[in-house]
């Protein structure tokens, strides 16, 4: 460790992926302990890919003939060519209008609430915690009964723990984490062969009885559901029809009081 404080220039780095090794894991090891910057860099992330994605169409495009270097040394030797032709300059105007467009409006938009904020809370808690080798959870299957304790406490409602173990599925532990709409609880699973589940669970002000949701993002998919006004949210690298049954366990076991 270097003993340097973890910077946004850092941050931005590490989402760019230009930090050598050893300040990558420290930054890494940062953002395992301060899940609220963890989330921060997830959202830089995600408008990181929106924009290159909005933005590969036009840099694919072949490079015009008129700004081609043979032409541009040509204008040099030429000032009758030096003014930028009409056209051109208005395509590169609405090339910019649009960026600028699509920047406001991805600034502009609401934050997502309900069902939806939940679901993209545990996509985010899944990103930060579960590729953690190190400490992936705060309290270890062997604290169960300390953890239902506290997170029943700062949650204000009976915790329960689902067990997974008949669909292949071991309990690791848990922790709370933070999220713009209160304390939510987090479970975590492996299957021993390096898949790791996330459960996210935290009170619901709306959408206080919502049936159960497929969501994904990227190789995530999840299962985001409330009931009684108690939202959860199963997560994971698994393909929808195979977490489905998992997510319907879950269900059953914590409605049941299981």
Not at 52 to 57: N, Q, V
Not at 91 to 116: D, F, K, M, T, Y
């Amino acid at each position: 460790m270097s003993g340097r404080p973890i910077t946004e220039d850092d941050l931005h780095a590490y989402i760019d992926g230009v930090l050598d090794a050893e300040r990558r894991d420290e930054v890494s090891d940062y953002l395992a302990q301060h899940t609220d910057v963890a989330q921060r860099v997830s959202a830089y992330r995600r408008q990181r890919e929106q924009l290159r994605s909005a933005l590969l169409p036009i840099a694919q495009e072949p490079v015009p003939a008129d700004l081609n270097i043979d032409h541009l040394i040509e204008r040099q030797r030429h000032p009758r060519w030096a003014a930028l032709p009409t056209a051109a300059a208005a395509v590169l105007l609405v090339g910019v209008g649009v960026v600028v467009g699509w920047l406001s409006h991805a600034q502009l938009r609401p934050a997502p609430v309900g069902i939806e904020a939940l679901a993209q809370e545990a996509e985010d808690s899944y990103e930060v915690h579960a590729p953690d080798r190190v400490r992936p959870v705060e309290l270890r299957a062997d604290d169960r009964a300390q953890l239902v304790r506290w997170a029943s406490q700062r949650i204000g409602r009976p915790v329960i723990v689902p067990d997974l173990s008949e669909s292949g599925y071991r309990f690791m532990g848990g922790r709370l984490v933070a999220t713009a709409h209160g304390p939510a609880v987090l479970f975590m699973y492996d299957d021993d062969r390096g898949t790791r589940l996330v459960m996210l669970s935290r009170p619901m002000t709306i959408d206080r009885d919502t049936a159960m949701e497929l969501h994904s993002r990227g190789a995530v998919a999840g299962f985001t559901w409330a009931n009684r006004g108690i939202g959860y949210s199963l997560v994971g690298p698994v393909a929808a029809n195979l977490l489905h049954p998992i997510a319907d366990q879950v269900r059953r076991q914590v409605e049941s009081g299981a």
